[in-house]
């Protein structure tokens, strides 16, 4: 870079009285740049642990090292920059991972586009240098928040699926105080207009106490109130198509009742499945249970993450996780509990519990399992 810079002399065109004012520009936007980018890649670091991400970051951190010459930092002048006084506040706080994710991206798209512009000022190729660097934080922003979906998919144990309810909000948000990660909004009989305002205040929600939020049946509603993901049913349009209005990073999950339709579900690239009704239920009226039996066959046989339904409650929970579910997903006895939160805790320390019995009888000798 700096052999570039000395064979393509700056400012060729541009009057010697505004040149230091673009150095300070060019400055003070690649330092903007580079923090922003800092703060992003501890989370991929840390947070995570994602090499692939980390090192995206990395990389454009030191190619804007390299275009961050001795020339422009000593055209830096703190204190007679009137910016530094300003402020606003949004700045003053973060509610979220997420958010604070979100607002960092947005400050280095907007210090790229700066750069973009004005570095075709300073240098032959500069500008087109951040106008690429601009697209790969795009790129870099799609896969960190689909990265990050599908690791709290991977962590979610227990899947809350909503019933029209008089409280909804206030059980919804009694459920994530207990430690709910995963919700779905579903209700059949609301009209459109009252489905997208409901949902996007349950995405709020949701996404404030950092658990994802996904949409039942509608891809379209699904993109309009920005949730995590769709949930189809056996009759709702295929996996495919809800793919190319989705896009690849947000969430598909897909109910089954038997084998060959979860095999099938997994073929078709979904992200996660339901498995049953595993005991007669009113949200599955006239469906036939598919019992334990299912849940066997999932717990041997499905390559994704998969979530045990139908008819569980805190009652027959044990036998649900002894046939080898390992996550599942519920709508009464949250929905309609007299004290969501404390259900919630339950049957979350419930999972844990088997889990960590499963890891346990995992480690030990065969003889002595």
């Known amino acids: 870079?700096?052999?570039?810079?000395?064979?393509?002399?700056?400012?060729?065109?541009?009057?010697?009285?505004?040149?230091?004012?673009?150095?300070?520009?060019?400055?003070?936007?690649?330092?903007?740049?580079?923090?922003?980018?800092?703060?992003?890649?501890?989370?991929?670091?840390?947070g995570l642990n994602?090499?692939?991400?980390?090192?995206?970051?990395?990389?454009?951190?030191?190619?804007?090292?390299?275009?961050?010459?001795?020339?422009?930092?000593?055209a830096r002048d703190t204190l007679g920059d009137v910016g530094?006084?300003?402020?606003?506040?949004?700045?003053?706080?973060?509610?979220?991972?997420?958010?604070l994710l979100q607002a960092n991206?947005?400050?280095?798209?907007?210090?790229?586009?700066?750069?973009?512009?004005?570095?075709?000022?300073?240098?032959?190729?500069?500008?087109?240098?951040?106008?690429?660097?601009?697209?790969?934080v795009y790129t870099l922003e799609s896969n960190l928040l689909g990265y990050e979906r599908h690791q709290k998919l991977l962590k979610s144990h227990l899947y809350v699926v909503t019933s029209p309810s008089d409280d909804l909000f206030e059980v919804v948000e009694?459920?994530?105080?207990?430690?709910?990660?995963?919700?779905?909004?579903?209700?059949?009989?609301?009209?459109?207009?009252?489905?997208?305002?409901?949902?996007?205040?349950?995405?709020?929600?949701?996404?404030?106490?950092e658990a994802l939020f996904i949409m039942n049946d509608r891809v379209d509603l699904a993109l309009a109130v920005d949730a995590d993901g769709v949930h189809l049913g056996q009759q709702d349009i295929p996996i495919a198509f809800a793919r190319q209005m989705l896009g690849p990073h947000r969430l598909i999950g897909r109910s089954t009742t038997n084998m060959n339709e979860m095999q099938r579900a997994i073929a078709e690239?979904?992200?996660?499945?339901?498995?049953g009704p595993v005991y007669a239920t009113p949200t599955k009226e006239g469906k036939t249970p598919a019992g334990l039996e299912y849940v066997r066959y999932a717990a041997q046989h499905a390559s994704i993450p998969?979530?045990?339904?139908?008819?569980?409650?805190?009652?027959?929970?044990n036998d649900v996780l002894m046939a080898g579910a390992e996550r599942i997903a519920v709508v009464r006895a949250i929905?309609?509990?007299?004290?969501?939160?404390?259900?919630?805790?339950?049957?979350?320390?419930?999972?844990?519990?088997?889990?960590?019995?499963?890891?346990?009888?995992?480690?030990?000798?065969?003889?002595?399992?």
């Open 306 to 317: 998969w979530f045990a339904i139908g008819g569980i409650d805190p009652t027959n929970l």
């Open 174 to 209: 009694a459920a994530l105080q207990g430690g709910l990660t995963l919700l779905q909004y579903r209700d059949k009989t609301a009209d459109d207009s009252v489905q997208i305002e409901i949902a996007r205040k349950l995405c709020q929600l949701c996404h404030r106490y």
């Open 84 to 99: 530094t006084e300003l402020t606003h506040p949004q700045e003053e706080q973060r509610s979220s991972i997420g958010n």
């Open 269 to 275: 690239g979904a992200d996660y499945i339901g498995v």
């Open 1 to 46: 870079m700096g052999n570039q810079l000395s064979q393509n002399r700056p400012f060729s065109d541009l009057p010697p009285q505004m040149q230091p004012a673009v150095c300070r520009i060019l400055d003070a936007n690649l330092d903007r740049a580079r923090e922003g980018l800092r703060i992003v890649e501890e989370w991929c670091r840390f």
């Open 335 to 369: 929905m309609q509990a007299e004290q969501p939160t404390l259900v919630t805790q339950y049957m979350i320390s419930q999972l844990t519990r088997m889990k960590t019995m499963r890891a346990y009888q995992a480690h030990l000798p065969q003889s002595n399992v």
């Open 105 to 136: 991206l947005c400050r280095v798209q907007e210090a790229l586009r700066v750069l973009e512009e004005y570095g075709k000022l300073y240098h032959a190729d500069m500008g087109a240098a951040f106008k690429r660097m601009r697209y790969e």
């Open 50 to 74: 994602s090499s692939h991400l980390s090192e995206a970051c990395k990389q454009m951190r030191q190619e804007l090292a390299r275009w961050h010459t001795p020339e422009l930092r000593a």
